[in-house]
């Protein structure tokens, strides 16, 4: 129509009555450009070339060679097909562009699932190191901690750090907390020490089940790195030891705080010590008469009710699974941990180089430690 009456009307009229672009009348009036087609370019390589091009990257002799790797040996040899390029669009064009190098494939690791609902089940341990005197001095700090009451079971300062001292500090735990073959599973990340044959065959032996973290996730072992990062970012920390007697008559003290005055926001504000020995339920009960006392004093200033005290924990995962995994057909959690019998309360604290509590660190007679080869490189 516009092409009948523009002669009339005008264009720019019959466009806008006809709610028409002036510029999509324009372009539908040019003469569209002939499509071009592809055509080879002379210095290509023929179909025959190409094919024998691709013959020789499959050749059993460079299958699993990058392109690079063919190129260097095949000029090495006095032969030249084609450019490294070319033989990556040639492999592009027939869908071979993948990994062609023989690597190592590491196997896939899957998230370690840990559950605790008592205290003695499960355990993580961990070393990590403190800044002697001088530049390139460490001490090693070992310290097992019980995941569900966060109770540090055992700890240890040494030189180094050895699969000998671990296993050492293992078993002696294990004794002082009198666990039970098949009742405790031991956790921690991939370390020299952690992953050594020593420390596995101990495991075996006393009937302690071993698992370790995913390679560089460090968010598998939370427990233990959250319990480092508590003593390193204490006020009294210091930047370095200057000497063995230093760092140990410092662990000394804090871990008797940490298990017994520490009062941790994951256990509802209550101690390690009072979770890990049974007396939660009776820390929070005189809580909650406090609270119950305030509020009939002044019931107005409570405007949501009676206060309660925060929840005692009840179970602590490692990777909690997805709530679509956590149950099967029998109802039963997958990653539940066998069960531990009656928690004894006889284990006290132990004045030993390997230690898990002491009455008070102040004590501690620091320099007068008993020597032992095991401690001395």
Excluded at 103 to 119: D, G, K, T, V
Aim: proline share 7%; net charge positive; aromatic share 10%.
């Amino acid at each position: 129509m516009i092409r009948e009456k523009w002669r009339l009307f005008g264009i720019k009229p019959l466009c806008a009555a006809l709610g028409i672009a002036r510029a999509s009348y324009y372009r539908s009036q040019s003469a569209r450009a002939p499509q071009r087609t592809e055509r080879d370019h002379p210095r290509a390589l023929s179909v025959e070339e190409r094919h024998g091009v691709l013959g020789v990257l499959n050749e059993e002799r460079f299958c699993d060679r990058a392109p690079a790797e063919v190129y260097a040996t095949l000029l090495d040899e006095g032969q030249y097909l084609c450019s490294e390029r070319t033989m990556y669009r040639i492999l592009k064009e027939n869908h071979q562009v993948r990994e062609r190098r023989d690597q190592l494939r590491h196997p896939h690791y899957a998230a370690p699932e840990l559950l605790a609902i008592r205290p003695n089940e499960v355990w993580s341990w961990d070393i990590t190191k403190l800044l002697g005197p001088t530049k390139w001095t460490y001490f090693y700090l070992y310290v097992i901690l019980d995941i569900f009451s966060r109770y540090v079971v055992g700890w240890m300062v040494a030189y180094r750090e050895s699969a000998e001292l671990a296993q050492r500090l293992i078993q002696e735990t294990l004794e002082r907390q009198q666990i039970e073959p098949g009742k405790l599973t031991l956790h921690a990340d991939r370390g020299s020490s952690m992953t050594s044959k020593p420390v596995a065959f101990l495991l075996a032996e006393l009937g302690v089940t071993k698992t370790h973290s995913r390679p560089h996730v460090s968010n598998d072992n939370p427990y233990s790195e959250s319990q480092f990062k508590t003593m390193k970012y204490r006020p009294e920390f210091p930047d370095r030891f200057g000497s063995y007697q230093d760092a140990r008559g410092f662990c000394a003290e804090f871990f008797p705080w940490y298990n017994r005055e520490h009062h941790h926001s994951g256990l509802g504000f209550l101690t390690p010590y009072e979770v890990h020995f049974g007396q939660a339920k009776e820390r929070r009960e005189k809580r909650a008469l406090v609270l119950q006392a305030a509020f009939e004093k002044n019931p107005d200033r409570f405007v949501r009710g009676l206060p309660q005290p925060p929840a005692l924990p009840e179970q602590v995962w490692i990777n909690k699974p997805k709530p679509t995994a956590l149950n099967d057909h029998s109802g039963q959690p997958e990653a539940v941990i066998s069960p531990l019998g009656g928690l004894s309360l006889k284990n006290g604290f132990h004045n030993c180089p390997i230690s898990n509590e002491r009455e008070s660190g102040r004590d501690l007679p620091i320099g007068e430690n008993q020597p032992s080869e095991d401690f001395v490189q």
